[in-house]
């Protein structure tokens, strides 16, 4: 098996995007190439061909090594629901709801035989995995049940390269501290350091790389300028810096509102929207920050009851149902669907709260929630005449309580959803990727407010995605010791295809 491994100072400091960069880089270098995350906690998912549920990360990545995405690049996937609670999936399924210690101190050794059985899959497979890692590898609470960095390093044999964010400040206080605290076998897979999202003059770094590279004997493998690549993100940290992109509601022609809810998930529905021409997206968590938007999204939430009490509590609900009456357009998307009904039953508490709940009531649904996960790749035409592709994750069954135009016609002959002028809900995540139907949507919006419809091509979303990989590819080659990395695998035990 022949390994490098992504591994971080701290969360969000690019190991993801990182790892895309190098699965990208490698398989357009001739070499099959796969992603690897033994275990990841996330809230964004993927779902893969035969309806596994994985990190949105590994999917992502194996779109950028040009290969359909496997339950085994992430063999465990953990979604917290609240209270300590996550929902285990193993291979794509669910297999628990665990508290943090049950996991830790029951869950972690069991399931070792079925991540190494992933491994052996992969490596049979590809010439070459890009190992990410989570967190930190010096977290010392969690060290002793920590699966998903050095024992997954050590288990592979992986060159690790570690990653440090400059943006964030203390970059050498923060790699010379997680070098300290790794044991001496750690320490010495340690082959590199990249140091990531550096804004300025390279010039002046090299005091400070040339003390570094002395201090620890690791090499420094490149210094990566800071890019905003439109690659997805997966850590919920990121949604501060989504927040940051478009700051100023009045530089845009159509603002749009997003719920910020407390259990927010899939967020990633939400990326095209920031290449839109002339669309503003605000996250929103407060009645105060709501104002009055062209468009309001209930967006992804790993538990629809507790964020409707939270709508509740805020006094958000409130102010929705007073837009709505303005006739402020309104789209909910999976949980956020859900609240846009008349009534929620939780009676077997598949949420943990259990009850029925009167609901926002934009919508002739009510949904009832029941032990049965939907997990699938779907595809059909919207009535406003669209191709549709996008993927389903959700508990929850809707049905309607009178005649309605439903969103989707699904190829496989069923209908998702509901759609009105001015309402939408849909269990489709990915819904705005389908980039003609996104573009149709706000120049209807953009035609109401007296405005000329944006005009011109429309590229595909796979076409969007292609690009930035490639844009990635160019960017993190141009500034990293590819040399280097390429010495970390040894072409005496495979053959480049």
Same mark, same amino acid.
């Given at each position: 098996?022949?390994?490098?491994?992504?591994?971080?100072?701290?969360?969000?400091?690019?190991?993801?995007?990182?790892?895309?960069?190098?699965?990208?880089?490698?398989?357009?270098?001739?070499?099959?190439?796969?992603?690897?995350?033994?275990?990841?906690?996330?809230?964004?998912?993927?779902?893969?061909?035969?309806?596994?549920?994985?990190?949105?990360?590994?999917?992502?990545?194996?779109?950028?090594?040009?290969?359909?995405?496997?339950?085994?690049?992430?063999?465990?996937?953990?979604?917290?629901?609240?209270?300590?609670?996550?929902?285990?999936?193993?291979?794509?399924?669910?297999?628990?709801?665990?508290?943090?210690?049950?996991?830790?101190?029951?869950?972690?050794?069991?399931?070792?035989?079925? #991540?190494?059985?992933?491994?052996?899959?992969? +490596?049979?497979?590809?010439?070459?995995?890009?190992?990410?890692?989570?967190?930190?590898?010096?977290?010392?609470?969690?060290?002793?049940?920590?699966?998903?960095?050095?024992?997954?390093?050590?288990?592979?044999?992986?060159?690790?390269?570690?990653?440090?964010?400059?943006?964030?400040?203390?970059?050498?206080? +923060?790699?010379?501290?997680?070098?300290?605290?790794?044991?001496?076998?750690?320490?010495?897979?340690?082959?590199?350091?990249?140091?990531?999202?550096?804004?300025?003059?390279?010039?002046?770094?090299?005091?400070?790389?040339?003390?570094?590279?002395?201090?620890?004997?690791?090499?420094?493998?490149?210094?990566?300028?800071?890019?905003?690549?439109?690659?997805?993100?997966?850590?919920?940290?990121?949604?501060?810096?989504?927040?940051?992109?478009?700051?100023?509601?009045?530089?845009?022609?159509?603002?749009?509102?997003?719920?910020?809810?407390?259990?927010?998930?899939?967020?990633?529905?939400?990326?095209?929207?920031?290449?839109?021409?002339?669309?503003?997206?605000?996250?929103?968590?407060?009645?105060?920050?709501?104002?009055?938007?062209? #468009?309001?999204?209930?967006?992804?939430?790993?538990?629809?009851?507790?964020?409707?009490?939270?709508?509740?509590?805020?006094?958000?609900?409130?102010?929705?149902?007073?837009?709505?009456?303005?006739?402020?357009?309104?789209?909910?998307?999976?949980?956020?669907?859900?609240?846009?009904?008349?009534?929620?039953?939780?009676?077997?508490? #598949?949420?943990?709260?259990?009850?029925?709940?009167?609901?926002?009531?934009?919508?002739?649904?009510?949904?009832?929630?029941?032990?049965?996960?939907?997990?699938?790749?779907?595809?059909?035409?919207?009535?406003?005449?669209?191709?549709?592709?996008?993927?389903?994750?959700?508990?929850?069954?809707?049905?309607?309580?009178?005649?309605?135009?439903?969103?989707?016609?699904?190829?496989?002959?069923?209908?998702?959803?509901?759609?009105?002028?001015? #309402?939408?809900?849909?269990?489709?995540?990915?819904?705005?990727?389908?980039?003609?139907?996104?573009?149709?949507?706000?120049?209807?919006?953009?035609?109401?407010?007296?405005?000329?419809?944006?005009?011109?091509?429309?590229?595909?979303?796979?076409?969007?995605?292609?690009?930035?990989?490639?844009?990635?590819?160019?960017?993190?080659?141009?500034?990293?010791?590819?040399?280097?990395?390429?010495?970390?695998?040894?072409?005496?035990?495979?053959?480049?295809?």
């Amino acid at each position: 098996m022949q390994a490098i491994m992504i591994q971080g100072t701290a969360s969000d400091v690019g190991k993801s995007v990182l790892c895309t960069a190098l699965c990208r880089i490698l398989v357009n270098d001739g070499y099959r190439v796969a992603p690897f995350k033994s275990q990841n906690m996330a809230l964004n998912s993927y779902i893969t061909k035969d309806g596994g549920e994985i990190g949105r990360a590994q999917g992502v990545q194996a779109e950028a090594a040009k290969i359909d995405a496997t339950t085994d690049m992430n063999p465990i996937l953990l979604k917290p629901k609240g209270d300590m609670v996550s929902e285990v999936i193993l291979h794509g399924k669910h297999f628990a709801n665990m508290d943090a210690v049950s996991y830790r101190e029951q869950f972690v050794e069991d399931v070792m035989p079925e #991540v190494r059985t992933s491994l052996e899959r992969l +490596s049979d497979n590809y010439d070459v995995l890009i190992l990410e890692g989570a967190g930190s590898p010096a977290e010392i609470n969690l060290k002793s049940r920590d699966i998903a960095n050095m024992r997954m390093a050590h288990e592979t044999d992986a060159s690790v390269i570690l990653v440090a964010d400059i943006e964030r400040g203390g970059v050498f206080a +923060s790699l010379v501290g997680t070098l300290m605290l790794l044991d001496d076998a750690e320490k010495a897979r340690v082959k590199g350091i990249i140091i990531n999202k550096f804004r300025g003059m390279k010039e002046l770094l090299t005091s400070g790389i040339d003390w570094l590279e002395e201090y620890t004997g690791i090499p420094v493998l490149g210094v990566i300028p800071y890019f905003d690549v439109q690659i997805e993100a997966e850590d919920s940290m990121a949604l501060s810096s989504l927040r940051l992109k478009k700051p100023q509601q009045h530089e845009f022609a159509v603002d749009v509102a997003v719920i910020r809810l407390p259990r927010i998930s899939n967020f990633t529905d939400l990326d095209p929207l920031f290449e839109e021409p002339g669309v503003g997206v605000r996250f929103v968590s407060t009645l105060s920050d709501l104002k009055n938007p062209d #468009v309001v999204i209930l967006p992804g939430t790993k538990n629809t009851v507790e964020d409707f009490l939270w709508l509740q509590q805020t006094g958000l609900m409130q102010g929705i149902l007073q837009l709505a009456n303005q006739n402020v357009r309104i789209i909910g998307i999976c949980g956020g669907y859900q609240m846009l009904g008349e009534i929620i039953r939780d009676e077997q508490a #598949v949420e943990s709260i259990g009850g029925t709940y009167l609901t926002l009531g934009l919508l002739p649904i009510e949904t009832t929630f029941i032990n049965s996960k939907q997990t699938v790749q779907v595809s059909g035409r919207s009535c406003t005449g669209h191709e549709i592709e996008g993927y389903e994750i959700h508990l929850g069954r809707s049905v309607a309580t009178k005649p309605l135009k439903p969103f989707i016609q699904f190829y496989d002959g069923r209908t998702d959803g509901v759609y009105t002028d001015q #309402v939408f809900g849909t269990y489709v995540h990915g819904i705005f990727q389908n980039r003609l139907f996104t573009r149709d949507y706000f120049n209807t919006i953009r035609v109401q407010k007296g405005m000329e419809p944006i005009t011109g091509e429309v590229l595909s979303d796979f076409e969007c995605r292609e690009q930035a990989y490639e844009l990635l590819d160019r960017h993190v080659r141009g500034h990293l010791d590819m040399e280097k990395i390429y010495s970390f695998i040894s072409e005496a035990k495979f053959e480049k295809r």
